[in-house]
């Protein structure tokens, strides 16, 4: 079975809302968890490093306010994309250890 | 030049043949590399680890790895129209051992289409 959880699979919202995607490593304790986005046809993008109990290590050109990041338990990290507009449309992935998540993919309206 | 290196491909072959797909790291300290599938709309699945020269084997899968030439391989046999996807290749520092890798680096992908 998934050694990672990643909800929701799919998320439809208006432009200005906000989108939280939920991430669990389920069979061991993740100190760091990573989150990733992934445009058709394209590579997987590191966004960030999501780090237990601190602050998120983003990648450059990734706007920490617009994703926030928190991994407050070591099995769980949450991503919200902060006033979602159509240009966030994209295919959000988590990772823990080396499994993945089964992606997020998110349509702005 | 980019970390990790693949060929986009595609890579075409017939069903029943042998796949090889290749990649090459620059950072000399990696120590774990690892081959994921990913089918089209899906999220990456890891297919096979390697950590030490030389190959590899599960099932139809070998990884093959050169740590001199910084270069892995993966070979795909009697390769199957299931097996269309696009391959990716990622490496990492750390070592094995443990459940966690640090971040990964991930090559752009190989598209493999294997045809009947």
């Known amino acids: 079975g998934a050694v990672v959880s990643q909800h929701p699979s799919r998320v439809i919202c208006k432009s200005g809302t906000s989108v939280k995607i939920e991430c669990r490593s389920l069979?061991?304790?993740?100190?760091?968890m990573f989150w990733y986005r992934q445009f058709p046809k394209k590579s997987l993008m590191l966004m960030a490093t999501s780090n237990e109990g601190s602050k998120a290590t983003y990648e450059q050109g990734v706007e920490k306010d617009k994703f926030l990041i928190n991994h407050a338990s070591l099995t769980l990290s949450t991503l919200t994309v902060t006033s979602a507009h159509p240009e966030d449309s994209s295919f959000y992935i988590c990772s823990a250890g080396v499994d993945f998540g089964a992606g997020t993919r998110l349509s702005v309206l | 030049q980019k970390e990790v290196e693949q060929n986009s491909g595609p890579l075409s072959v017939p069903e029943g043949a042998i796949a090889s797909l290749n990649c090459t790291y620059s950072d000399r300290v990696s120590q774990s590399f690892f081959w994921y599938r990913q089918y089209s709309g899906k999220s990456p699945e890891l297919i096979m680890s390697i950590y030490s020269n030389g190959d590899k084997e599960d099932g139809r899968f070998t990884a093959q790895l050169n740590k001199a030439s910084q270069y892995v391989s993966l070979l795909i046999r009697d390769s199957q129209p299931s097996d269309s996807a696009t391959y990716l290749c990622?490496?990492?520092?750390?070592?094995?051992?443990?459940?966690?890798?640090?971040?990964?680096?991930f090559g752009q992908g190989t598209i493999l289409t294997v045809h009947p």
């Open positions: 990622a490496v990492t520092r750390a070592g094995a051992g443990g459940t966690s890798y640090g971040k990964l680096t």
């Open positions: 069979d061991f304790q993740a100190t760091t």
